[in-house]
């Protein structure tokens, strides 16, 4: 196999990594929390999967106009005109990481199973994604559950399709700076959701992409059905969720519905079948209220164990990667929904990524719509793919790795924040550094055992005695002989004394 390494090269690899990690801060490995034991994780274990329909659990009508190539002509750009390479590709040095994949695959493909050659697959469950250039023949119809019939290959609201070329747009032309993470990926689209649609009851749509607004299509249950229809019917190996729920944390960590319930059982069903799911923590806004954050009026300081707010699915972290968002400056991005259940964080302001237009032909994007509004591309929705396409090379590279392990590596290897464990409510075990994730040797992945916190004996004086009782007697015995020196100098002064006068 192109990617298999010697035993001898492994072993030397770990003393250079431990080296390395010695004196290059913010790559040292930590140890990832098990999130299980968390008081502010879900209680008890995961339910069953939920069974897969396939199609909507309601009738939804469409309440908003698609986007289209008239509605964002403004926003709208030749891929040919794009010189520059976006921030957060270059943040995350994909250009390096592109060659050194290319150079230590037998295939010379970025995306593709080493064992075997073929394509590695993504399901992208989300608003759907319409076919276009920079995704080829790569794009595979995986059921929609906004309207009955659909495939999935439709994308109304213009937000998974920018989501999809970020894990795997491929320009080909190299006067285009834009690429997606992982070239040569398969995906598979599932549209799950979509603020274009409504229930049939409702008249208005909303441009806030949660599953908690009261009108849009898609739920949690559908959601679960999604992700168990991509393991189940489509063999995936990565899935990637930019879509959430937000909910008040009432004080306890039980679940509070049926169908909290399934989204959990479903997400720990695909990981246990070696699916690696990612997922976006989350914006602010609407449900969607700060963590960590102080409360006008209340002086106390937050407890990061005691979020304001829980966001499924993130909050099921012990299963998947739960990705924050930075900005241009490298700080965590200020809509970035902050919870103790952050795993990374990945570029999310800024993006230019695919134009969701049926007509969009070689076209980018760097704008998505709510209802008909543009809006600037930016959001943890986009900060996730550049993860689930990390999870996608690190797959490639190395395919003995379970989906658990290739989670650890992401978290052990991304660049970590000062805080005493490595990781924080912000950016998690920190930014990805996909460089590190493919080329760093952990311990424990062969055979060695993995850093251990230690307690050694201490050169330093005993701690204080607050017990007076030795220091009286000390004080005790150096009076008395003091005393009794005194005494005998006395006596001997008068002795020479008597002898001098006699």
Request: proline share 8%; aromatic share 6%.
């Given at each position: ?374 809006v600037p591309s930016q959001g943890t ?14 797959r490639q590279m190395y395919p003995e ?34 460089m590190a994730a493919l080329t760093m ?62």
């Amino acid at each position: 196999m192109g990617t298999a390494r010697s035993a001898g090269t492994r072993a030397a690899a770990v003393v250079l990594a431990a080296l390395f990690a010695t004196f290059a801060p913010g790559i040292d490995p930590a140890l990832a929390q098990d999130d299980s034991e968390q008081p502010w994780a879900p209680a008890g274990e995961p339910g069953p999967p939920p069974i897969d329909t396939g199609s909507p659990d309601k009738a939804y009508k469409q309440t908003v106009q698609c986007v289209s190539s008239g509605v964002g002509e403004h926003s709208t750009v030749s891929g040919s005109e794009i010189k520059d390479i976006p921030w957060g590709q270059a943040h995350l040095q994909l250009d390096r990481v592109h060659d050194y994949v290319r150079s230590h695959s037998r295939y010379g493909e970025i995306g593709v199973d080493e064992r075997t050659g073929k394509p590695l697959k993504v399901a992208v469950i989300d608003t759907g994604v319409t076919p276009h250039e920079y995704l080829g023949n790569r794009l595979i119809a995986g059921g929609d559950y906004v309207k009955s019939g659909g495939n999935g290959l439709r994308d109304c609201d213009g937000h998974g399709t920018q989501v999809a070329g970020i894990i795997g747009a491929d320009p080909a032309d190299p006067a285009i700076g834009f690429t997606g993470v992982a070239p040569d990926v398969q995906i598979v689209s599932i549209r799950q959701s979509s603020q274009n649609f409504s229930e049939q009851t409702d008249s208005t749509g909303s441009g806030e992409r949660t599953l908690d607004s009261p009108t849009g299509a898609g739920d949690q249950s559908t959601l679960a059905q999604a992700i168990v229809r991509a393991v189940d019917e489509y063999d995936v190996d990565v899935i990637n969720m930019s879509v959430d729920a937000c909910r008040p944390y009432t004080g306890s960590n039980a679940l509070v519905s049926e169908e909290e319930r399934m989204l959990r059982g479903a997400v720990h069903y695909a990981t246990e079948q070696n699916v690696v799911v990612v997922a976006a923590a989350g914006n602010t806004g609407g449900a969607c209220r700060q963590n960590g954050v102080p409360i006008k009026g209340d002086p106390r300081i937050p407890d990061p164990d005691e979020p304001r707010t829980i966001v499924t699915p993130p909050w099921f972290s012990e299963d998947l990667l739960a990705v924050g968002a930075i900005d241009e400056t490298g700080s965590v991005a200020d809509f970035s929904m902050h919870g103790p259940w952050v795993s990374v964080a990945a570029p999310g302001t800024g993006i230019i990524s695919l134009d969701p237009a049926p007509d969009s032909s070689r076209s980018l994007v760097n704008v998505m719509f709510e209802g008909e509004e543009a809006v600037p591309s930016q959001g943890t929705s986009f900060a996730a793919p550049y993860v689930s396409g990390l999870a996608v090379l690190v797959r490639q590279m190395y395919p003995e790795l379970s989906a658990r392990e290739i989670m650890h590596r992401i978290t052990t290897t991304a660049q970590h924040p000062g805080a005493i464990d490595g990781h924080d409510q912000y950016i998690g075990y920190g930014v990805i550094d996909p460089m590190a994730a493919l080329t760093m040797t952990l311990p424990e992945e062969i055979g060695m055992k993995p850093e251990q916190d230690i307690t050694l004996p201490s050169s330093m004086p005993p701690p204080y005695d607050p017990n007076p009782a030795p220091k009286i007697v000390a004080f005790a015995g150096t009076g008395g002989g003091l005393l009794a020196l005194g005494c005998t100098m006395l006596a001997v002064h008068a002795l020479r004394r008597n002898r001098k006068d006699g």
